[in-house]
């Protein structure tokens, strides 16, 4: 399998006056090309900020993390899908969702139509001339995927997407995330907290340890696919679940402690 | 549904009592704001009682309908109370007087200035065909109204638009901001019409226009390029990561995340400054100046003529309106997705 996302003793510490704090240390990863591949971890232990440094929005202090360029060099390396939403409150929903294209020059006709098809597939098409501020938390979101999705990037970004929404919004969003996966085939990595969330959507499920981030353990989803939400009631899924929580409850509670 | 009249009945038969007994007893003269106040209160119980009366649909219209009422009450009271002298008409002249120094003032042109409040526009045409240009700008030297209102929009324009620009250039560039916030902070507290002195001696013909100008400039400034400042910097910093990460260049960022981002919070300095500048304008009109509506209050403070002092009053409030009127129009045209 290519390597799409390598990332090699990546090491992240942020200056301060008490000395250096390293964030994430020794971390490697690969992801395959389409490979959907989940980052779970307890709270603070660099998920978030390794997402951003491949998305270019942070800087690594040592070792190396980046995305294999595709052939084809008009299609952006990356997009990402961020837990606020980060729609534009002063564009329409159609108008965020072109957002990429226009900041690629696609023309404006073309740009539309792009636009239109991802607003039908995310169910969004009678919402096209609201503004952001006019629709509920999970249609900003969907907006924000189908804004990511439109730009038709190599890797896709998720940072915890569906964290700030409540349980139901965010288990229709997973099935549709399911979805619209099965049809893209892209290459995801995506960042959550949600053990069932990883399992669910994951082909592979990357655990980190807390308080500096490094990789802990990895797990193989074999669930079948497509999946979706009834998958989650599988003996197979209630195993995987129960072992990634047998190794990640130790992280957790050294997390508590470390805030202690 | 027949409700009992009592709830409506009550507080008006109190509003008679108490204007009766007042005028029986000789109470007016000196309990008048007293009286007032009893009977202020009453009409608020009797106002209750009727929208309890009314069907769901008509409720909304009454409350609109109390904002328009009530201030005519009001006037109503006031010219009341200034005819039968319980208020001296010398400093509260009964609101048909002012409407009608208000009328004189626009009408007639004074003597010596050659001035009204409007001036003569309806000799526009006839002067163009005249003298072109000239004959436009000698129809607004005839109008204090234009005077005041030109001198604002003038000293507005020529300080908003530097403000905003130092306030991006202050909000996004942070050596500039060490440099200039703490500076302009401290010269953002001082009274702007405590330079005009300053200015006079800096502009080479003192009566002029060119201080009155430049001091609503300077107010307008200090207030626009400060908002301006904290609007950009109080955008969402996850948007410009968005901007960043869908591949927005320099000029796109700032066209399409950051312009848009602050506007909010530059349009609130631009409200601000306007309200500073009517008042930095009429001050120096106060003080320096034969046109103008804070001229007219102050002229006919000096001739003791209440009336007009009231009418420029209006004359300025109405302005005031005007102005904020219009910005609030362009604020929703340029920021549709505020509502």
Redesign the interface.
């Known amino acids: 399998m290519d390597a799409k996302v390598v990332a090699r003793a990546a090491r992240k510490v942020y200056p301060s006056l008490a000395g250096d704090v390293p964030a994430i240390v020794d971390f490697d990863l690969e992801v395959s090309e389409g490979e959907f591949v989940c980052l779970v971890g307890p709270s603070g232990c660099g998920k978030s900020t390794f997402l951003r440094i491949l998305?270019?929005?942070d800087t690594l202090s040592g070792g190396e993390a980046f995305i294999v360029p595709g052939p084809d060099p008009s299609r952006?390396l990356?997009?990402?899908v961020?837990q606020?939403y980060?729609?534009?409150?002063?564009?329409?929903v159609k108008d965020n969702v072109a957002?990429?294209l226009?900041?690629?020059g696609v023309p404006a006709r073309e740009r539309s139509s792009v636009a239109d098809a991802w607003l039908a597939k995310v169910g969004l098409r009678r919402f096209a001339d609201y503004?952001?501020?006019q629709v509920s938390g999970g249609m900003k979101q969907r907006v924000s995927i189908a804004?990511a999705l439109a730009?038709d990037p190599q890797v896709l970004l998720m940072d915890e997407p569906l964290g700030a929404l409540d349980a139901q919004t965010r288990a229709v969003l997973q099935e549709e995330l399911l979805r619209l996966w099965e049809e893209t085939k892209k290459t995801v990595l995506y960042v959550t907290h949600s053990i069932e969330e990883a399992v669910l959507l994951g082909d592979r499920v990357v655990l980190m340890t807390a308080h500096p981030g490094t990789k802990k353990a990895e797990f193989v989803v074999d669930l079948p696919r497509p999946r979706d939400l009834s998958t989650t009631q599988s003996q197979r899924f209630a195993e995987l679940t129960a072992a990634i929580w047998a190794e990640l409850r130790e992280e957790v509670e050294r997390a508590m402690e470390a805030q202690a | 549904m027949v409700r009992p009249a009592g709830d409506l009945v009550w507080p008006l038969a109190g509003m008679v009592a108490v204007a009766a007994l007042g005028t029986a007893l000789g109470l007016w003269r000196t309990w008048w704001w007293a009286l007032l106040a009893a009977e202020f209160t009453l009409l608020v119980f009797a106002a209750e009682a009727l929208e309890r009366r009314l069907s769901f649909r008509l409720k909304r219209a009454y409350q609109s309908a109390l904002a328009w009422v009530f201030p005519v009450l009001a006037l109503a009271a006031w010219e009341w109370l200034a005819r039968s002298a319980i208020l001296n008409p010398r400093w509260f002249p009964p609101p048909t007087q002012i409407a009608g120094a208000l009328w004189d003032l626009t009408v007639n042109v004074d003597r010596f200035s050659g001035l009204s409040l409007l001036g003569r526009p309806w000799l526009l045409t006839a002067r163009i065909a005249e003298s072109g240009w000239a004959g436009v700008s000698a129809t607004f030297a005839e109008s204090h109204l234009w005077a005041t209102l030109s001198r604002v929009l003038v000293g507005f324009a020529l300080g908003a638009a530097p403000g905003v620009l130092i306030g991006i250039v202050m909000g996004l560039n942070k050596t500039v901001r060490a440099m200039l916030d703490a500076t302009m902070s401290a010269v953002y507290v001082l009274p702007k019409i405590a330079v005009f002195p300053l200015l006079m001696l800096v502009f080479a013909d003192p009566f002029g226009e060119g201080p009155k100008v430049t001091v609503v400039a300077i107010s307008a400034f200090f207030l626009v390029a400060l908002s301006t400042m904290a609007g950009v910097q109080g955008i969402?910093p996850?948007?410009v990561?968005?901007?960043?990460?869908?591949?927005?260049?320099r000029l796109?960022m700032f066209r399409?995340?950051i312009l848009?981002?602050a506007?909010p919070i530059v349009f609130n300095g631009l409200r601000l400054a306007l309200g500073t500048a009517l008042i930095v304008i009429v001050a120096v009109e106060f003080v320096r100046s034969q046109t103008g509506v804070g001229f007219l209050v102050y002229y006919h403070w000096q001739v003791l003529s209440t009336p007009k002092m009231y009418a420029a009053l209006l004359v300025i409030m109405a302005m005031g309106v005007g102005l904020t009127v219009v910005l609030q129009w362009v604020e929703r045209r340029v920021?549709?997705?505020r509502r």
């Open positions: 998305a270019g929005l952006p990356n997009n990402v961020f606020e980060a729609v534009f409150p002063w564009k329409t957002f990429g226009q900041m690629r503004y952001p501020a804004r730009n | 969402d996850v948007l990561q968005a901007g960043k990460n869908f591949g927005a260049n796109q399409h995340v848009p981002g506007l920021m549709p997705w």
